[in-house]
């Protein structure tokens, strides 16, 4: 019960807030006759949903099956590269500077290129950039948690004649976690934009990029609002997960936060 | 047979073209069952090194370190010593209980048996019932107990410990003091023991192993007769004051050796 009550009292403030945001943009949008084509009110945007909710619902499930399943293997393969680095240093020592540097560039802008290897109607063109999007943070990420390690801690592991798999289970890994988990997060929103945005350069018709585009271009702007919205929504209930997850797999991390 | 037995070791840091430090110069010391040892000496002079030494966890460069009449690697791979550093190093991510039994698992002591010893040793260091809290929970003075009691649990007969109450206040550090001699004398281990703090090394040791830098060298060896149990009375006794004053002589008598 008490938690409970915490809770509410700790999502009080924010809620609030975006309460008051979403009125005064209501009152704002009203009050000075802003054009719809520029900015329409919300209440505008949910009847705009509440109409196309269908075509809606089945772009945004297509988008995020782009995004989530791009976010697997990215980020799979990402864990999977960074245990091979940490392993061996000498790959490590190759592959880390490069990773750092290709982590730089905006990966997005390959998106026309993945849409005509693979043509832009297949999911694989979209799976593609949000895989390439999400690798480097978590391989990056998951290789300074894995060898980050307090010397001590290895040190004190050694006293007791510790294995490297031993040392690799009860140190690197655990202290790898919260690493893992901050590249995760980040890489949420990251699948999300990777995904639409690369559907703004081409896909189904069935597809949040797509789908806001063509809109906007026949000046149904609230529609693609509406559209927006939802990508919103996913977003920031992606992120909550990775979120919920996090608290209780690592809850001394956490609560360290606190 | 001694426990620790350390023959003409020397240890050089440094090679090819970076600095060379003789961080040890022919370092020869006998340590007897059941003995107290503590190391002093100023900032540098090689005690870390010394006891690291002992472990196993740098190699010298030359010499032999005998642990139980073995290769000191020997006894590392056989786990015949406990480590305390003078930070507690414990893992965040485990419990206190959690923590003290990380030997103990990494040794494959079956978990009922592990548990139960791990809140034995607990109870050693006067922390039973903080068995669930997170390290971070913990002050200072209790990490440091949470570590002693991690490195007893798997009951060594050989206690490693360098300047473990090094950040401790005064009084939580006499207190700590008369606890370590407490389990000291339950448990029979034997203790390698590195301070900065005179008046701590006469309180706790059997024997004080003075040691001067560059290159770092044993200059002195003074035996405590102080006699145990050693209580709150032991430091105002005048023989108290005596040794802490020969011991302060020693040091000082190594400095000005090396300044010649
Ligand atoms: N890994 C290392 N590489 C190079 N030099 C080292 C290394 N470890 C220690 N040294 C050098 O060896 C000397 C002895 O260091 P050590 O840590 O043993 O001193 P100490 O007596 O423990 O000092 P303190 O009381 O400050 O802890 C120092 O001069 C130090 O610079
Ligand atoms: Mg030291």
């Not at chain 2, 060379?20 to 503590?38: C, G, H």
């Not at chain 2, 020997?74 to 039994?101: C, D, H, I, K």
Request: charged share 20%; glycine share 6%.
């Amino acid at each position: 019960m008490e938690r409970i009550g915490e809770r509410l009292r700790n999502s009080t403030p924010p809620a609030s807030v975006f309460i008051i945001f979403i009125v005064v943009w209501e009152v704002l949008v009203r009050a000075l006759n802003i054009p719809r084509f520029l900015l329409p009110p919300p209440t505008a945007i949910l009847n705009a949903f509440f109409d196309t909710s269908t075509v809606i619902f089945e772009s945004a499930f297509y988008t995020l099956r782009s995004a989530l399943i791009g976010f697997a293997v990215g980020c799979g393969a990402g864990i999977m590269v960074a245990f091979a680095t940490a392993r061996w240093v000498t790959i490590r020592e190759g592959v880390m500077p490069l990773a750092i540097a290709v982590n730089s560039v905006p990966i997005i802008a390959f998106a026309p290129l993945m849409n005509s290897w693979f043509g832009s109607t297949n999911p694989l063109s979209k799976v593609a950039i949000v895989a390439l999007i999400t690798f480097f943070p978590t391989m990056i990420n998951t290789v300074r948690g894995l060898t980050l390690v307090e010397p001590a801690k290895i040190e004190l592991l050694h006293s007791y004649a510790t294995s490297q798999l031993e040392v690799l289970l009860k140190a690197r890994i655990p202290n790898a976690l919260p690493y893992m988990f901050n590249a995760f997060k980040v890489c949420s929103t990251l699948s999300l934009i990777g995904a639409i945005v690369s559907e703004y350069f081409g896909g189904p018709r069935q597809s949040l990029g797509v789908y806001i585009l063509q809109e906007a271009q026949l000046f149904r702007f609230t529609n693609a609002w509406a559209a927006i919205a939802i990508a919103a929504l996913q977003g920031m209930g992606f992120y909550l997960i990775i979120l919920l997850i996090e608290r209780r797999l690592i809850p001394w991390h956490v609560s360290l936060e606190r | 047979m001694a426990v620790v037995s350390i023959t003409n070791v020397n240890k050089v840091f440094g090679s090819g073209n970076r600095p060379q430090t003789v961080a040890l110069k022919d370092i020869n010391l006998e340590i007897q069952p059941r003995e107290f040892i503590s190391l002093i000496g100023p900032s540098g002079c090689g005690k870390s090194t010394l006891l690291r030494t002992i472990g196993d966890l740098i190699p010298p460069s030359s010499g032999e370190v005998l642990v139980n009449g073995k290769p000191a690697h020997a006894a590392r791979l056989n786990r015949e010593y406990g480590m305390v550093f003078q930070s507690p190093v414990l893992f965040e991510w485990r419990t206190v209980l959690g923590n003290v039994e990380l030997p103990l698992e990494i040794m494959r002591v079956p978990k009922p048996e592990r548990t139960q010893r791990a809140r034995e040793m607990l109870r050693l260091v006067e922390l039973h019932g903080f068995e669930r809290h997170y390290p971070w929970q913990l002050s200072g003075g209790m990490q440091q107990r949470v570590a002693i009691a991690r490195a007893l649990s798997f009951r060594p007969q050989l206690l490693l410990m360098d300047e473990p109450f090094g950040a401790l206040d005064e009084i939580t550090r006499e207190r700590m003091n008369a606890e370590l001699l407490r389990i000291w004398q339950e448990t029979q281990t034997t203790v390698v023991f590195v301070t900065h703090s005179i008046p701590e090394a006469v309180f706790l040791s059997t024997r004080v192993v003075v040691m001067s830098a560059r290159p770092g060298r044993i200059t002195d060896i003074i035996e405590i007769d102080l006699g145990y149990p050693r209580t709150v009375e032991t430091r105002e006794m005048p023989r108290f004051f005596e040794l802490v004053t020969q011991v302060r002589e020693a040091l000082r008598k190594g400095e000005d050796m090396r300044e010649r």
